[in-house]
């Protein structure tokens, strides 16, 4: 049996990035020998993986790419803040970034069985489970290709938000202007016709409940019934009052003061007046959609003691 060295431990380390002490029991397990000790610690690596699966990973980054043609997104999950400072990390979630840019991945099934060197980048997020005991996940991508226009990027400071925006037409600073709007204010799409008519439908049956609400309030107050026509105008305008909500176009511009508009002045009108059209966006906001979970730490010590 080969003497498990510190020459040896520190070869097995540069070859997988595992920990000096995950090398030493690997080596030792398959008698000194480097390739069993590299594969022996990739299992484990992937074992780790499958075993934190079920953790709650609502940290990370927003990770960005770009070219002429496009810009891609990519959101990588930690379960804590700090890992996802961490270089490893980061660099997973950039060569994610650049890999979705290149090949543009229909959907994440995709993206993470693209290879990254010599490994997917399933294989390198599971080694790296192994090695750090989080799990993390590689959750969303999405790739904004060129409208016509500008391809404007914006990342808020700690990368926990990113914003592509596709110019039809319109300046790049315009379009710097729209992407931190979208950051702040985050329209669900560029403009009425973009929203699902399913949303519409559940909208309108809502405020149509409500109206129907007031009415019996008023009616029950001895108060006389607005005419149906007075309450169609009112149902109308509260969809409308939604539509611009929901809509980059319909909401208040935040830099309008830029533009020499009114202060209430809406996208729809600084587009109009730089002569610029929105052709898409995409908004990324780290955890998004995840239930975070609340733990006790106190129980967590005493059971992991336990």
Known sequence: MPAVTAALIKEL??????????????????????????????MDGAAKADKKAGRTAAEGIVAVASNAEAI???EV????????????????????AELALKH????????????????????????LVGRIGENLTIRRVEVVVSGGGPLVTYIHPGDKIAVAVALKSGSTDLGKDLAMHIAAM????????????DVVASERRIIEAQVAQEQAEEAAAGKKPKPAEIVA???????????DEQTLIGQPFVKND?????????V???LAKEKAAVAHFVRLAVGEGIEKKQTDFAAEVAAAGG
């Open 13 to 42: 380390r540069d070859r997988t990035g595992a920990g000096m002490g995950d090398c030493k029991k690997a080596l030792e397990a398959v008698e000194g020998d480097l390739d069993k000790a590299a594969e022996k610690l990739r």
């Open 72 to 74: 891609a997104l990519v």
């Open 77 to 96: 999950n930690s379960e804590t803040d700090f890992v996802a400072k961490g270089e490893d990390f980061r660099s997973l979630a950039r060569d994610a």
């Open 104 to 127: 543009r991945p229909a959907n994440i099934e995709a993206l993470v069985a693209l290879k990254s060197g010599d490994k997917t980048l399933d294989e390198r997020r599971r080694e």
């Open 186 to 197: 985050s329209p669900r799409a560029v403009d009425p016709a973009s929203i699902s008519p």
């Open 233 to 243: 105008k009112m149902l109308e305008g509260k969809i409308s009052k939604f539509l």
């Open 258 to 266: 830029a533009y020499g508009l009114k202060s209430d002045a809406k």
């Open 268 to 270: 729809r009108e600084v």
